[in-house]
């Protein structure tokens, strides 16, 4: 369901999808794709946790003038 929004957005048919993951195939292989998705996957998990670091370091000076204006 995700993946049909993402080609809806990107206007991708089948056929381009699937001329995309043969040329993905070509140029990687298939020993190489399980790596190249455990790194992007790692990449992304990364992303992902410093943009919750950055979200939480922006939330805590809020919750201590908080705190400050309770006292």
Do not use: C, Y
């Amino acid at each position: 369901m995700a993946l049909n929004g993402i080609l809806a957005f990107f206007n991708f048919g089948t056929g381009e999808v699937i001329v995309i993951v043969a040329v993905i195939l070509l140029l990687f292989g298939g020993k190489k794709i399980p790596e190249l998705m455990k790194g992007i996957g790692k990449g992304v998990k990364s992303f992902r946790q410093g943009m919750n670091e950055v979200e939480d370091e922006l939330k805590k000076p809020i919750e201590d003038s908080e705190s400050d204006k309770d006292k």
